[in-house]
């Protein structure tokens, strides 16, 4: 079993910043990916970018070169820097990582950014 719980949701103006960050807990031996996923209203949830273990990350076009991921390994955090949003990036954020074939899921932290 793995729990996650995000913060550092709000709502912005545009160009403004936003860092997310996201615990997780429970009995589990290691994670290999975390990930930040989003969904706007109305639309279906969408990955903006991931983790692994190793270091490696990706990104989604649309956030590329603004956002940026990191995790503290050794505490079980991820942690999403967003910079210059957007309106577009409207919506709720969700932590997420597949443990043993099963995905977990935070319960969601809102970002509003009006122009």
């Known amino acids: 079993q793995v729990q996650l719980v995000e913060s550092g949701g709000g709502s912005v103006q545009a160009g403004e910043s936003l860092r997310l960050s996201c615990a997780a807990s429970?009995?589990?031996?290691?994670?290999?990916?975390m990930a930040w996923y989003r969904q706007a209203p109305g639309k279906q949830r969408e990955l903006v970018a991931f983790?692994?273990?190793?270091?490696?990350?990706g990104y989604d076009d649309s956030v590329q070169g603004r956002f940026s991921i990191s995790r503290e390994i050794a505490k079980n955090t991820v942690s999403l820097q967003m910079n210059s949003l957007k309106p577009e990036d409207t919506g709720t954020y969700y932590c997420?990582?597949?443990?043993?074939?099963?995905?977990?899921w935070g319960q969601g932290t809102q970002v509003t950014v009006s122009s």
């Open positions: 983790m692994t273990r190793d270091g490696d990350t």
């Open positions: 429970g009995s589990f031996f290691d994670l290999h990916t």
């Open positions: 997420n990582t597949v443990y043993r074939a099963r995905h977990y």
